[in-house]
């Protein structure tokens, strides 16, 4: 009976301590830095990365992704609820809104459907939280590094795509764009509550399209 109560025990403390170091939020505020990293081939891309910010915001369900340059800004207000999207473009002084249900969404998507994380011994600590490096393969033969952390995780994973089957919360990664290598880093975290406001729609001021109006103009 007492090795009973002791293995009870055991487990209790090791369940207890797994919470304690995997905190689940609701509402959370990354920001990440870009740098490009590789190619110069493309200068106009290039300076249309380099030193932009990515923000994302969650609230629940709910997720708002800004990417910030000199050039353009993007913003995608994702609903993980009914699966739909909307997309806001700000380029050249053109503002554009996409809508896109959930099928568009997994269309535009695609890239990342059978996503497959290996993980490695490697880890760093990045914005005061321990990550673990993974390898990402792609069904397209390429791939890239991930450094995610577990000690922080949002109740919904989502948000985005790329990484909705990762085990943990991404910190830090790479993304492919033609001949450049751009590197993310989250450079500030925030737990503070996200305004409800942040997900409304705009109902003015930009030019709508559907999804397919936007691929036919090759967006």
């Known amino acids: 009976m007492k090795k009973v109560k002791a293995l009870i025990s055991f487990v209790f403390l090791i369940t207890t301590l797994h919470s304690v170091a995997q905190k689940k939020v609701s509402d959370l505020t990354l920001v990440y830095d870009a740098v490009i990293n590789t190619g110069t081939s493309e200068p106009k891309l290039a300076d249309a990365f380099d030193g932009s910010t990515t923000t994302i915001f969650l609230k629940s369900n709910l997720s708002r992704t800004e990417m910030v340059s000199a050039l353009a800004s993007f913003t995608t207000i994702y609903n993980g609820q009914t699966g739909n999207a909307v997309i806001l473009e700000e380029v050249n002084g053109q503002k554009?809104?996409?809508?896109?249900?959930?099928?568009?969404?997994?269309?535009?998507?695609?890239?990342?459907?059978?996503?497959?994380?290996?993980?490695?011994?490697?880890?760093?600590?990045?914005?005061?939280?321990?990550?673990?490096?993974?390898?990402?393969?792609?069904?397209?033969?390429?791939?890239?590094?991930?450094?995610?952390?577990?000690?922080?995780?949002?109740?919904?994973?989502?948000?985005n795509y790329q990484f909705r089957n990762l085990k943990g919360l991404p910190l830090a990664y790479e993304v492919t764009q033609g001949n450049l290598k751009i590197s993310y880093t989250v450079s500030s975290i925030s737990l503070n509550p996200v305004p409800s406001s942040k997900f409304d729609v705009p109902k003015s001021g930009y030019r709508e399209m559907t999804y397919d109006e936007s691929k036919k103009l090759g967006m």
Request: proline share 2%; charged share 30%.
């Open 96 to 159: 554009l809104l996409i809508k896109m249900n959930a099928d568009n969404w997994k269309e535009k998507n695609k890239k990342y459907a059978d996503i497959k994380f290996v993980d490695s011994t490697e880890t760093k600590v990045i914005a005061g939280y321990k990550c673990k490096k993974a390898v990402a393969q792609l069904n397209d033969g390429t791939s890239f590094v991930v450094y995610y952390t577990t000690e922080i995780l949002p109740e919904n994973m989502d948000f």
